[in-house]
């Protein structure tokens, strides 16, 4: 393949926009078609290529624009609930495909995923940005190098906004998101499987929605999606991991916190700061010894996006992935496991008891 790598991008809205910005600044890579049936995103996605809009073509559809020759690989950032349908042409077409997570919202659909996949003999990549954040990147280098010793608890927290409009406001119903422990939470059951370095074997998740969305109504329905919860995960290796998310907790200074506990000591890393802290034990009253340090982001890569800098160095791995150049370090099993460990959670929740991942057979 060139060393130029042609993109495609079926989805138009928010976060396809973000990849625009970021394959703008991506070496090796162009855009040359886009598709998604909304013309208000379309006009978002032209206003965001600038310069280059006219000579990148627009798509009704994603089968289309695989068959239109243009394109060398394609990213989807489509609704979740589309993805399966998204990705069929795209499969049958051959193409290199980046898929924003999660993968899909039901296990039957991302079962389905991972055997197009298998079966493909071109690269699949599920987007979860969040393991390419570089103080992640630094706590997860730190951690795996035993400087906390044999982990044994990881804790997350996610203190941020409300979920934000979508076209049709189709996030408002966890028919179309697989709720909020799929849709948002994925990516954390991701980074638990990432540093813990084991399967999830049994989950309890106490949620609710209480704040938001309350007196929203969309053809008179109310929205059922959790906007608060907490999430314990067992792990096959005897480690466990709780999720702390809060979704109206706007404010809070740090949008990410991770903490992994070892026999040896604690390692604490914070988004946006990117201030890494490690805390060895010391013993009872003796001085403390924690050490400091900021991860820097670079500057081009945090105004490209939302996400902390992180797609632009996910797009750096999958464009060598496209060449030839690098593995798939996000695997379509990857983006199963993280569904089914958010499918347990949204279950765990609303029937208020522990989910066995066997239940869900894994």
């Excluded at 289309?64 to 998204?86: C, E, K, W």
């Excluded at 109206?248 to 903490?259: L, M, P, S, V």
């Excluded at 670079?298 to 690098?326: I, K, P």
Aim: with cysteine.
């Amino acid at each position: 393949m060139a060393e130029t790598v042609r993109y495609g991008l079926v989805g138009a809205g928010m976060m396809g926009v973000e990849h625009i910005g970021n394959l703008a600044i991506t070496p090796g890579a162009v855009v040359t078609a886009i598709a998604d049936p909304h013309e208000p995103s379309l006009r978002l996605a032209r206003e965001a290529l600038g310069d280059r809009a006219s000579e990148v073509t627009a798509f009704a559809d994603g089968g289309a624009l695989a068959q239109s020759g243009l394109v060398d690989a394609v990213i989807v950032s489509t609704p979740n609930f589309t993805h399966r349908r998204v990705l069929e042409p795209l499969f049958d077409a051959g193409l290199p495909i980046l898929c924003e997570k999660p993968l899909a919202t039901t296990l039957e659909d991302a079962r389905w995923v991972v055997g197009r996949a298998a079966a493909a003999g071109a690269p699949f990549w599920t987007a979860m940005e969040y393991r390419y954040m570089p103080p992640v990147v630094a706590f997860l280098e730190e951690v795996h190098a035993g400087r906390i010793g044999d982990l044994h608890m990881l804790s997350i927290r996610e203190h941020r906004f409300p979920f934000l409009k979508k076209v049709g406001d189709w996030n408002r119903f966890s028919e179309n998101t697989g709720g909020t422990m799929v849709e948002k939470c994925c990516h954390f059951f991701d980074l638990m499987r990432l540093i813990v370095r084991s399967e999830a074997v049994r989950v309890y998740c106490s949620g609710a929605m209480d704040v938001n969305h309350l007196d929203e109504r969309y053809d008179g329905r109310r929205p059922d999606i959790i906007d608060n919860s907490y999430t314990v995960v067992d792990f096959a290796n005897g480690a466990r991991a709780m999720l702390d998310l809060c979704m109206f907790a706007d404010g809070a200074a740090n949008q990410e916190e991770i903490t992994a506990v070892g026999d040896a000591g604690r390692l604490d890393v914070f988004i946006p700061s990117g201030e890494l802290v490690h805390s060895p034990r010391v013993g009872f009253r003796n001085a403390k010894r924690v050490e400091r340090r900021v991860v820097e982001v670079d500057e081009a890569a945090l105004r490209a996006g939302s996400h902390h800098g992180s797609t632009f160095y996910e797009h750096q791995r999958f464009n060598a992935a496209v060449r030839g150049a690098g593995p798939v370090e996000v695997t379509a099993h990857d983006g199963l496991m993280a569904v089914a460990i958010g499918t347990a959670a949204e279950l765990s929740a609303r029937e208020k008891r522990v989910v066995a991942m066997a239940e869900l057979g894994f």
